[in-house]
């Protein structure tokens, strides 16, 4: 069995290690926090004291972190990935970072013979639990063909998208539309229920035509019941969408509504509700109209 290394057990990262684990590869696993470590462990995962001891105990080691800083520290940085690396390893990461970033560390991982791939994940915290996850990868398919066994444990659909970085365009493109949905949600709830209409039933009346998607079937049940517990953290969706506009600027290209979902995301984490689910960016439209969801808890 190939030997894995998971890095990062944060919300979604410890759910795809289990998943790890109940696919029968034996686990190393790392984490700043202990508790996740314990959790696992007791599960049947090894620990390990830093990535590099990581790197040193398997053949692809997985990192799952908050942002690109985060993923540099922890590869290149002092007692990192590739301090401990062999030719031979390789690298995925599962973290949602700048596509540039990813090329760069793949590129400085390649001189010391790892191979890297770049593979986000979307499907929030359901996805991770139920092994249901879409995963967007890049990189060279040697490696892919490599990992594929253990990604079919994480996901259930695996779509490589092209060179390094390509997983990662993918994920920003991914929470472009996530973003959009998650507001135009928000919008049309508030504008049901302002206007004078039921939302609950202007929902049930859309949801048989164009407008049907994810969001509706599964965000809209959660706010009517009051629930804005994550999910998907609003403050990752908001250091999502900072990277797509970084990146954005960095090619030239203009997203305008994209834009104003990031100043909606990045105002609920300036008024301290980033640890809400990506859903109750409805907050926001909330204070701006002056009025509050009603709330149906039956």
Same mark, same amino acid.
């Given at each position: 069995m190939i030997k894995v290394g998971y890095i990062g057990l944060g919300l979604m990262g410890k759910n795809i290690a289990r998943n790890i684990l109940k696919a029968r590869f034996p686990l190393v696993v790392y984490n700043r926090s202990q508790v996740a470590i314990e959790e696992l462990v007791s599960e049947g995962a090894a620990r390990a004291s830093t990535p590099a001891e990581v790197a040193g105990l398997v053949d692809v080691v997985f990192t799952n972190l908050p942002d690109s800083p985060d993923v540099e520290k922890v590869i290149l940085g002092e007692n990192g990935v590739i301090a401990g690396a062999s030719q031979g390893l390789i690298w995925v990461d599962n973290s949602t970072i700048k596509p540039t970033v990813a090329r760069q560390i793949a590129e400085k991982l390649n001189g010391k013979g790892v191979l890297s791939l770049d593979a986000p994940v979307s499907g929030g915290e359901i996805g991770a639990q139920n092994g249901t996850l879409a995963i967007m990868v890049g990189g060279p398919v040697a490696a892919l063909d490599i990992v594929m066994p253990i990604f079919k444990a994480m996901g259930k659909t695996i779509t490589h998208v092209g060179d390094s970085?390509?997983?990662?365009? %993918?994920?920003?493109?991914?929470?472009?539309?996530?973003?959009?949905?998650?507001?135009?949600?928000?919008?049309?709830?508030?504008?049901?229920?302002?206007?004078?209409?039921?939302?609950?039933?202007?929902?049930?009346?859309?949801?048989?035509?164009?407008?049907?998607?994810? +969001?509706?079937?599964?965000? +809209?049940?959660?706010?009517?019941?009051?629930?804005? +517990?994550?999910?998907?953290? %609003?403050?990752?969706?908001?250091?999502?969408?900072?990277?797509?506009?970084?990146t954005a600027r960095e090619y030239g290209i203009p997203l305008p509504s994209a834009a104003v979902d990031a100043q909606l995301y990045n105002s609920m984490v300036e008024l301290n509700l980033g640890n809400q689910d990506n859903s109750a960016v409805i907050g926001i439209l909330e204070l701006l109209a002056n009025v509050i969801l009603e709330v149906n808890d039956k």
């Amino acid at each position: 069995m190939i030997k894995v290394g998971y890095i990062g057990l944060g919300l979604m990262g410890k759910n795809i290690a289990r998943n790890i684990l109940k696919a029968r590869f034996p686990l190393v696993v790392y984490n700043r926090s202990q508790v996740a470590i314990e959790e696992l462990v007791s599960e049947g995962a090894a620990r390990a004291s830093t990535p590099a001891e990581v790197a040193g105990l398997v053949d692809v080691v997985f990192t799952n972190l908050p942002d690109s800083p985060d993923v540099e520290k922890v590869i290149l940085g002092e007692n990192g990935v590739i301090a401990g690396a062999s030719q031979g390893l390789i690298w995925v990461d599962n973290s949602t970072i700048k596509p540039t970033v990813a090329r760069q560390i793949a590129e400085k991982l390649n001189g010391k013979g790892v191979l890297s791939l770049d593979a986000p994940v979307s499907g929030g915290e359901i996805g991770a639990q139920n092994g249901t996850l879409a995963i967007m990868v890049g990189g060279p398919v040697a490696a892919l063909d490599i990992v594929m066994p253990i990604f079919k444990a994480m996901g259930k659909t695996i779509t490589h998208v092209g060179d390094s970085g390509a997983g990662q365009i %993918a994920k920003a493109a991914n929470q472009i539309m996530v973003a959009a949905q998650m507001v135009a949600m928000g919008e049309l709830i508030i504008f049901a229920q302002k206007a004078g209409a039921d939302p609950q039933k202007v929902i049930e009346a859309i949801k048989g035509g164009a407008a049907q998607c994810w +969001t509706l079937d599964v965000k +809209t049940p959660r706010l009517f019941k009051g629930i804005r +517990t994550p999910g998907f953290k %609003a403050q990752m969706q908001a250091k999502d969408l900072n990277i797509i506009i970084e990146t954005a600027r960095e090619y030239g290209i203009p997203l305008p509504s994209a834009a104003v979902d990031a100043q909606l995301y990045n105002s609920m984490v300036e008024l301290n509700l980033g640890n809400q689910d990506n859903s109750a960016v409805i907050g926001i439209l909330e204070l701006l109209a002056n009025v509050i969801l009603e709330v149906n808890d039956k």
